[in-house]
């Protein structure tokens, strides 16, 4: 059952503990309000500032589990607090561990601040959770896919086009990489696990990834140096460096060139236009 008047307080004061800057806004000039407005959470959240407004005035119907998930996402929880905040909607909490999709605090605020920079969260088998719009321009949306096409090894076996970004002479490391990467996950996780599935899926609809499959390799590591062919600034050399959240197995990617090559400026190029395309 929900407890409106706990809910409505735990959501104001963490609304109220939380500052423009600690979740990549402005400031702005005249600022009164402590902490942040309802309608920079609303924003946040992905829902309308009236929706979330309710809420805090504990008014209107019991909040979603994907409401409630999206509100905790918004207001950089824990994973305590958003257990704690799913409990006062009258839900279950979500799983906690390698299969949860909450993004840590800590890993939000690194991502608030790298704005300008290609930078993503991808769960451990490669879903993207949260991308910056220097990545979007990058790599494109990878945030709206469903299903098993979440996952960038599934969409590289099963989807032709998720191969054009990348130059043809790494198109047979990566297919090793994927698939030795899924066996790791999947031996790890369990043969009931989501990565199992994934597995089965990719047996019956890719003969290449049956091929690998087959040869057992494992431990096929990622080059640090990815090299992308981008259809608006050319070829581009990136360095990847990882964070790794060892609590819900989510590594934060991001991409940076070295100075002075045309990849810096390719990229400083796509940085500034964003998702728009080049006239």
Not at 137 to 147: E, P, S, W
Request: aromatic letters at 6%; hydrophobic letters at 35%.
């Amino acid at each position: 059952m929900i407890d409106r008047p706990q809910l409505a307080e735990f959501l104001r004061r963490r609304r109220e503990a939380l500052q423009p800057e600690d979740v990549g806004m402005p400031r702005g000039q005249r600022r009164r309000t402590r902490g942040l407005r309802r309608e920079e959470v609303a924003v946040l959240c992905h829902m309308s500032t009236d929706y979330y407004s309710r809420l805090e005035q504990q008014r209107g119907p019991q909040p979603s589990e994907q409401m409630i998930a999206s509100i905790a996402q918004g207001l950089h929880l824990t994973v305590a607090e958003r257990d704690h905040l799913f409990r006062l909607a009258g839900h279950q909490p979500p799983a906690r561990g390698p299969s949860s999709e909450h993004v840590s605090p800590g890993m939000l605020r690194i991502l608030d601040r790298l704005l300008d920079t290609p930078v993503e969260i991808v769960t451990e088998l490669g879903e993207t959770l949260r991308q910056t719009p220097p990545m979007v321009a990058l790599v494109g949306d990878r945030t709206r896919y469903t299903g098993p096409a979440r996952s960038t090894g599934y969409r590289w076996f099963t989807d032709p086009t998720s191969r054009e970004l990348h130059v043809p002479e790494d198109h047979a490391f990566l297919s090793r990489m994927y698939a030795a990467g899924l066996r790791s996950i999947a031996a790890m996780r369990g043969p009931t696990s989501r990565a199992a599935e994934l597995a089965d899926l990719l047996l019956e609809r890719s003969e290449e990834f049956a091929t690998l499959w087959a040869d057992h390799e494992i431990g096929v590591e990622p080059d640090e140096v990815k090299r992308y062919d981008h259809p608006e600034v050319g070829r581009l050399e990136l360095n990847c460096q990882v964070l790794f959240d060892p609590h819900q197995s989510h590594r934060l990617l991001v991409y940076t060139a070295d100075p002075g090559t045309e990849s810096h400026e390719r990229l400083q190029v796509l940085s500034v236009i964003g998702t728009q395309q080049l006239t």
